[in-house]
């Protein structure tokens, strides 16, 4: 072939390569667009702009039978809002949309959270997955929206009836600690009186049954002691005249003196409101944390610090004891722990815990306090401190 023949084709070559490069970018994009319509799931696809292409039929349906028909707001898409988290360490919480942006930027595949549509007259959860797809004109982003709103309500169900039976537990603990203070620890401590009155009634010549008489009204003076405490550890009368600092010093000051443990205690932003459910789990959980110390760690110190914030409560406790190997505690379900986190999970509230062997322990719980008791949404200011 010439090249003169050369030069006249190349020009119709190029034209039918581009026609042909044109038709396999609609092709491909096509192809896509109505394998997402068909499907079954709850499927979005962006562009590398991050606005939205098209989105599956089962979506489609689920937006025009809650009323969502606008294009622009995604067909309800962009009114999913992020859950909160329960630690203590939000930021912003970022819209779905900023979302999109974010895993456009950072060119992430995998990508997982939790959102919830509020707008429906029973709220709808919905957990975001990400993955993405190269087409010839560049990627598309999917999300795939999967409805957990029916393990959220049995989750929430669950949490109901766990904070049912611990309520019903205080009650109870409640109840017989205010038998033994009001009624076994009077008796015993009108016996004590009555035996103390007896001595000197005793002739001179019976110093054996003196000594006898003083000896009982010393053991049921102690006995009168131990059951005193039996009433307090069942239900912490001093938190309500005391309130929580109050009762947390009188209680690590109550183990000091009868332990070889010497515990202080530290407490920053208080005095402030914190809602009855909170001041109980975090006494409670003082309480928990500070007999395992005694009954495990070996400890000769502890520390118990509690910090009132803007929008949590903090507390920290440690020690210098033995400590132990976290992984395999959690695999035991220790009962001591278990209870803990069942009592977080009521409040919202998180519990991280550092340990090692022969290096002490450290135990940081952090409840993030509601927009009504705090007076403000903002979580970016709170970062737990490390107590010293």
């Known amino acids: ?14 034209s039918t390569n581009l026609s042909k490069s044109v038709d396999a970018k609609l092709d491909a994009e096509l192809f896509l667009e109505r394998v997402v319509v068909a499907c079954a799931a709850n499927v979005a696809v962006f562009d590398e702009a991050g606005a939205l292409l098209y989105v599956s039929a089962a979506w489609r349906k689920f937006a025009r039978r809650n009323g969502f028909t606008n294009a622009r707001e995604g067909y309800g898409l962009f009114r999913l809002q992020p859950c909160k988290k329960t630690s203590g360490r ?6 779905f949309r900023d979302s999109v942006h974010k895993i456009i930027k950072n060119k992430q595949i995998e990508f997982q959270e939790e959102y919830i549509l509020k707008l429906l007259p029973t709220p709808r959860w919905f957990v975001a997955r990400s993955a993405s797809v190269e087409v010839p004109s560049g ?26 039976l611990i309520k019903a537990h205080e009650e109870e603990r409640a109840r017989l600690g205010r038998e033994l203070h009001d009624d076994l620890s009077q008796q015993l401590a009108a016996l004590s009186l009555e035996l103390e009155h007896l001595v000197p009634q005793i002739p001179g010549d019976c110093n054996d049954l003196t000594d006898t008489v003083r000896q009982l009204s010393a053991k ?16 912490p009368f001093k938190l309500d005249n005391l309130g929580l600092c109050g009762a947390i010093e009188c209680l690590c000051a109550e183990l000091s003196s009868s332990r070889k443990l010497e515990i202080t205690f530290r407490q920053f932003g208080f005095p402030r409101v914190i809602p009855p459910d909170v001041t109980l789990c975090v006494f409670r959980i003082t309480q928990e944390s500070l007999h395992n110390v005694i009954k495990h760690s070996g400890a000769s110190t502890a520390h118990v610090v509690v910090k009132r914030l803007a929008n949590a409560v903090c507390l920290q406790v440690t020690d210098n004891g033995r400590g132990f190997n976290v992984a395999v505690a959690k695999k035991k379900n ?3 722990l278990v209870s803990i986190k069942e009592r977080l999970s009521l409040v919202g509230g998180e519990i991280s815990i550092r340990s090692q062997p022969n290096q002490g322990t450290y135990i940081n719980v952090v409840i993030p306090l509601s927009e009504s008791v705090t007076g403000t949404s903002n979580f970016s200011q709170f970062a737990p401190h490390r107590a010293v």
């Open 334 to 336: 220790r009962l001591g």
């Open 1 to 14: 072939m010439s090249r003169t023949a050369a030069a006249e084709r190349a020009p119709h070559e190029w």
């Open 220 to 235: 049921t003076q102690k006995l009168c002691t131990d059951v005193h405490r039996l009433s307090y550890q069942l239900h």
């Open 90 to 95: 939000q930021g912003t919480q970022n819209s």
């Open 139 to 164: 990627f598309r982003i999917l999300i795939t929206l999967e409805d957990v709103t029916r393990r959220r309500q049995a989750e929430e169900e669950l949490r109901n009836i766990g904070g049912r």
